[in-house]
């Protein structure tokens, strides 16, 4: 069930077995393994069910590394977490992110992917995607477009599945199933504000909670679990320091190093030789039924030669201007709210006014038509154009001949549209660096809690590795006759250039290893040093890996899971 915190006595004090700290996708995940259990679990949640303003402010910190995202925006805290504005994009690891890469200083997983394997397959259910293939030459095979004629020695096409839009918030899709679990009680408006040990500090014995309303109680389990960010998972280890006063964990000055993202930045820009390029399968769109996207890759032998991190080529063609306004415009936007309708079973609202707007534009080519003509025949002039006009100018006159609808339509089923330019962005594989950390700021929040600060900071291998990426892919543009590449990324400049971002990815920070003295959990997920507190999410992650960090940190919450469902037994 669950229950306002708010509701609670103050200083009340709450028994249960299992105390999960953070509804998001690692929470939501471990609660939904632990439904039905016969252990009792309780799920704090900072947030309530809806976004609230004063509630997002305690995501606040400070930035004073490489320019980042505001920490109060980069993460959701409320039900459901950064699920509540997922992209949805999912691909598990590699098995080269598993392994321990001479050139990768810190890299190495305790494990190999194929012990990640059948938690990949849960996780797939659990992210409800449409499929559990991951082979490119099964994607290929479904697919309506091809890839670029790339060598296969050096370049691979990596395909990723995309959740459906429908399906990615976990909050709906779980929400009642935990509403219903008689063993699991969520509490709303609960924020941690520090774990408490014993006198010997082996286990933790109590967690205390605060509400913004002002009651406070307590938290009392026989297993804690962290799942609330990278970030914020740091931050309470560093606050609770009533015993350890460098914070819980944190004994080699570990927790909060190593904080992960992955950059990315307009790289390069293509030039292509033919304008008709047949872009489609790099662009979002369907499979058979299921959402997908493909980019370029480096394959494993390339990596292991080049002493590289992965490197993520995304391509974003810049479309003739004629199809950019047409795929805009008014007609065409009333077109899919009537589709959008017809598709759900019902008619849209004002449905006739829809209406008369398509079938107008429908009928633009009246105007090019001869005149009392027996049958539809373009004007002379007309013919006249089309037959001089290249690729591009071809574009321009079925959307001045034929209405942006027609225009629309044709660049959907045909797939080729001229292109000016590709922009080529990277997304690079963060290389594991202590000095990249979260601390605790002087600057306090509303609970009177230390704010965090973030110093995000990249090494030389990063730029390396992007700029070699963009050397291979422009030489096979030019081996191919596909075009040139212009490279804006200067190999030798000290400073990243002004557009570098993130991904909103939060890596590290409590890293994976089986040695305390390089890690702040071991392979189980559990914090070096206290017998009964966990952490789960992508702040174990002990490198940031070449895909999308949801569905790898869903597999390593079902694994906890299953741990601690034997511990419990």
């Known amino acids: 069930m669950f229950v306002d915190a708010r509701s609670i006595p103050n200083n009340e004090t709450l028994d249960t077995d299992i105390c999960i700290v953070g509804a998001g996708a690692a929470g939501i995940a471990l609660a939904h393994e632990f439904a039905g259990q016969t252990m009792r679990v309780m799920l704090l949640e900072a947030g309530d069910f809806e976004y609230a303003q004063e509630t997002q402010d305690l995501n606040a910190g400070e930035n004073i590394g490489l320019p980042y995202f505001p920490l109060a925006v980069s993460r959701l805290r409320y039900f459901g977490g950064t699920t509540n504005h997922w992209g949805g994009t999912c691909r598990p690891f590699d098995e080269l992110d598993f392994e321990a890469r001479p050139w990768v200083p810190h890299s190495g997983w305790p494990f190999s992917k194929s012990e990640l394997d059948p938690y990949y397959v849960r996780a797939e259910v659990l992210c409800r995607l449409s499929s559990h293939e991951w082979s490119t030459d099964y994607w290929l095979a479904q697919d309506r477009f091809d890839p670029l004629p790339l060598s296969d020695e050096r370049l691979i096409t990596r395909v990723a599945q995309i959740v459906k839009t429908s399906n990615r918030r976990f909050a709906q899709s779980y929400r009642d199933e935990l509403d219903r679990a008689a063993n699991i009680t969520v509490y709303l408006n609960a924020n941690l504000t520090s774990l408490e040990t014993d006198e010997a500090t082996g286990s933790v014995t109590q967690a205390h909670?605060?509400?913004?309303?002002?009651?406070?109680?307590?938290?009392?389990?026989?297993?804690?679990?962290?799942?609330?960010?990278?970030?914020?998972?740091?931050?309470?280890?560093?606050?609770?320091?009533?015993?350890?006063?460098?914070?819980?964990?944190?004994?080699?000055?570990?927790?909060?190093?190593?904080?992960?993202?992955?950059?990315?930045?307009?790289?390069?820009?293509?030039?292509?030789?033919?304008?008709?390029?047949?872009?489609?399968?790099?662009?979002?769109?369907?499979?058979?039924?299921?959402?997908?996207?493909?980019?370029?890759?480096?394959?494993?032998?390339?990596?292991?030669?080049?002493?590289?991190?992965?490197?993520?080529?995304?391509?974003?063609?810049?479309?003739?201007?004629?199809?950019?306004?047409?795929?805009?415009?008014?007609?065409?936007?009333?077109?899919?709210?009537?589709?959008?309708?017809?598709?759900?079973?019902?008619?849209?609202?004002?449905?006739?006014?829809?209406?008369?707007?398509?079938?107008?534009?429908?009928?633009?080519?009246?105007?090019?038509?001869?005149?009392?003509?027996?049958?539809?025949?373009?004007?002379?002039?007309?013919?006249?154009?089309?037959?001089?006009?290249?690729?591009?100018?071809?574009?321009?006159?079925?959307?001045?001949?034929?209405?942006?609808?027609?225009?629309?339509?044709?660049?959907?089923?045909?797939?080729?549209?001229?292109?000016?330019?590709?922009?080529?962005?990277t997304r690079v594989e963060q290389v594991p660096n202590p000095d990249s950390r979260v601390t605790l700021s002087q600057e306090r929040d509303a609970l009177g809690l230390n704010r965090a600060q973030l110093d995000w900071q990249l090494t030389s291998l990063e730029r390396q590795s992007m700029v070699r990426a963009l050397e291979i892919f422009g030489a096979e543009l030019g081996r191919t006759g596909l075009g040139r590449l212009q490279v804006k990324v200067d190999r030798d400049d000290a400073s990243w250039p002004e557009d570098l971002r993130g991904g909103w990815h939060h890596i590290g920070t409590t890293r994976m290893h089986e040695d305390p003295r390089q890690g702040v959990v071991d392979r189980n997920c559990q914090v070096h040093g206290l017998s009964n507190l966990f952490v789960a999410g992508s702040s174990v992650f002990p490198t940031s890996g070449s895909g999308t960090p949801t569905m790898t940190l869903v597999s390593l919450a079902l694994r906890l899971a299953d741990h601690i469902k034997a511990r419990l037994r």
Not at 301 to 324: C, G, K, N, S, W
Not at 372 to 384: F, Q, R, T
């Open 209 to 425: 909670v605060a509400t913004l309303s002002g009651n406070t109680f307590v938290a009392q389990a026989k297993l804690f679990i962290l799942a609330a960010g990278a970030v914020e998972n740091a931050r309470l280890l560093l606050l609770s320091n009533q015993r350890q006063p460098a914070g819980l964990g944190n004994q080699h000055d570990l927790v909060g190093r190593y904080f992960m993202e992955h950059p990315r930045l307009v790289g390069g820009i293509w030039l292509p030789t033919d304008s008709r390029l047949a872009m489609g399968l790099y662009g979002l769109h369907h499979a058979g039924s299921t959402p997908v996207k493909a980019y370029i890759a480096l394959t494993a032998e390339t990596l292991r030669r080049e002493e590289m991190v992965d490197v993520q080529i995304d391509l974003d063609p810049i479309y003739a201007q004629a199809y950019v306004e047409a795929s805009n415009s008014e007609e065409v936007a009333r077109l899919k709210t009537l589709l959008k309708g017809l598709r759900a079973g019902r008619m849209p609202d004002d449905f006739q006014n829809h209406l008369t707007y398509v079938l107008s534009d429908l009928m633009t080519w009246h105007d090019h038509a001869v005149a009392m003509a027996p049958l539809p025949l373009p004007k002379p002039e007309v013919i006249s154009r089309f037959l001089q006009a290249d690729a591009a100018e071809r574009i321009e006159l079925i959307g001045d001949v034929f209405g942006d609808v027609t225009l629309a339509a044709y660049a959907e089923l045909s797939g080729v549209i001229p292109v000016e330019y590709v922009e080529v962005s």
